[in-house]
């Protein structure tokens, strides 16, 4: 599971190219010491995986094994991760966890939450992702806006609306 690509090329009369790709991880997944790439395939590797996002909460994810690969919410976590590695976004996930049917709820790397969800959040069409990219890049907005810094808790499930629940106000 750990190899993307291989190739053998016979080069007569005496020699040969190997070429091996690796996935590249981009998460962890529970507490299992798997890791995730961009394709939804769950593999293993222990070194250097400290500081990727983790994808948690489903029962789905305390039965994958190396091989395996993500669909339904699960994957539509590995994509809000794949989204939020563009250089231009700001917002660092710390963790991403799927137990709620209609929402992921991520929590960043400065403890603050959103819940997020867009339409179409665990089909695999190609436009899921363009709406998906707009939810994030407006709760990014949001969130670094003067009054949405303070904020830790938000609300991202409306497609383009945002919310937030401000400290000491009920």
């Known amino acids: 599971p750990n190899i ?5 090329i016979r080069r007569m009369p005496d020699k040969m190219t190997i070429t091996i790709i690796e996935r590249e991880p981009i998460a962890r997944v529970g507490a299992s010491g798997f890791v995730v790439d961009e394709e939804g395939v769950v593999f293993v590797r222990y070194a250097g995986t400290g500081g990727l996002p983790m994808i948690k909460g489903s029962d789905v ?11 339904g919410k699960e994957m539509a976590a ?3 991760v794949q989204n939020a590695l563009r250089p231009e976004c ?4 710390l963790v991403v966890d799927t137990a709620k049917d209609d929402y992921l709820l991520v929590t960043l790397s ?9 339409d179409g959040m665990s089909d695999d069409e190609k436009d899921t992702q363009i709406k998906m990219q707009r939810q994030l890049d407006q709760l990014a907005l949001s969130m670094e806006s003067d009054i949405g810094r303070g904020c830790l808790l938000w609300d991202a499930t409306i497609p383009g609306r945002i919310f937030a629940t401000t ?3 009920q």
């Open 4 to 8: 993307r690509d291989i190739s053998i």
């Open 110 to 118: 400065d403890h603050r939450q959103a819940k997020i969800a867009w």
């Open 167 to 169: 400290p000491g106000v």
């Open 78 to 80: 590995v994509r809000l």
């Open 90 to 93: 700001r917002l660092r996930l």
């Open 61 to 71: 994810l305390a039965q994958i094994k190396p091989g395996d690969r993500l669909h």
